[in-house]
């Protein structure tokens, strides 16, 4: 039952494919298509990430839905910490390996745009290493950062999902 609710998570991940503009890339919003469909499937998934290179991304576009986004990122470094006041991240790793530190709080950081703060230190956090087939969420406003060691490579979704009270404003 647990593996069916899994697959039935990741498969609404591949179906709804969504992208945000990520911090740590910089990269514009993308345009809000409620009704446009999307699909990334898991061979491709494979393919892309087994011809990437460091510091490439992977050739997988995406969209906003408004109130959740999706987006794969994939990491050959670790990211600074961050956090988001109306966002909760929910995390479908695909391939490689990392450790995601959660919780605590963030000493030296900075607002980068409304709600939106990164950089600095988290201090106080806890850490789980995550591996293909994990899934892992931070909720809003919890501090958090990806690990990645040396020489390895981390794959994953973000399934951001906005915070009901953040969703009525």
Request: proline share 6%; with cysteine; charged share 20%.
């Amino acid at each position: 039952m647990k593996n069916r609710v899994l697959m039935s998570l990741l498969f609404c991940v591949c179906v709804g494919v969504v992208s945000l503009a990520v911090v740590q890339a910089q990269r514009p919003a993308p345009p809000l298509e409620p009704n446009k469909f999307g699909y990334w499937s898991g061979k491709g998934i494979k393919e892309s990430v087994a011809h990437l290179k460091a510091g490439e991304r992977p050739a997988f576009e995406g969209f906003s839905r408004g109130e959740h986004t999706f987006s794969m990122s994939h990491r050959d470094r670790s990211g600074a910490p961050e956090m988001h006041v109306n966002w909760t991240d929910i995390y479908f790793v695909q391939a490689g390996e990392g450790t995601l530190t959660y919780g605590g709080k963030i000493e030296g950081g900075e607002e980068r745009r409304p709600g939106e703060f990164g950089g600095g230190k988290i201090v106080g956090g806890k850490q789980q290493k995550l591996v293909p087939g994990d899934v892992a969420s931070s909720p809003a406003g919890m501090p958090h950062q990806w690990l990645v060691e040396d020489g390895k490579t981390l794959t994953y979704v973000t399934v951001k999902v906005a915070k009901i009270d953040a969703m009525r404003h």
